[in-house]
């Protein structure tokens, strides 16, 4: 199994953390270091999430989250998954 996070997510997240004023850095570590704890659970918790509404394919779902949206693509045969972007809904 293998948790893989695009550029796209990347680039995304540093823009959501950079959000964050100087004076809360440790709110934005606890929300970053959520975000991963949500991620590494995805395989355990992957029956929970719903087909994504940004994508019309029924292999990339959706994690829905205090008002962000992550979708992911799971790879069943590779058993792979791919953190496409994280964005506010």
Avoid at 17 to 24: D, H, I, T
Avoid at 41 to 60: G, M, R, V, Y
Avoid at 64 to 88: A, C, M, N, Q
């Amino acid at each position: 199994m293998q948790i893989l996070c695009t550029e796209t997510y990347q680039t995304q997240l540093r823009s959501l953390l950079e959000e964050f004023p100087n004076e809360q850095l440790d709110i934005a570590k606890n929300f970053k270091l959520y975000l991963d704890t949500v991620i590494i659970n995805i395989p355990t918790k992957i029956q929970k999430f719903k087909k994504s509404t940004l994508f019309d394919n029924e292999n990339i779902k959706d994690i829905e989250h205090k008002g962000l949206r992550i979708p992911f693509y799971y790879e069943k045969e590779s058993e792979t998954y791919l953190i496409l972007g994280i964005v506010k809904m």
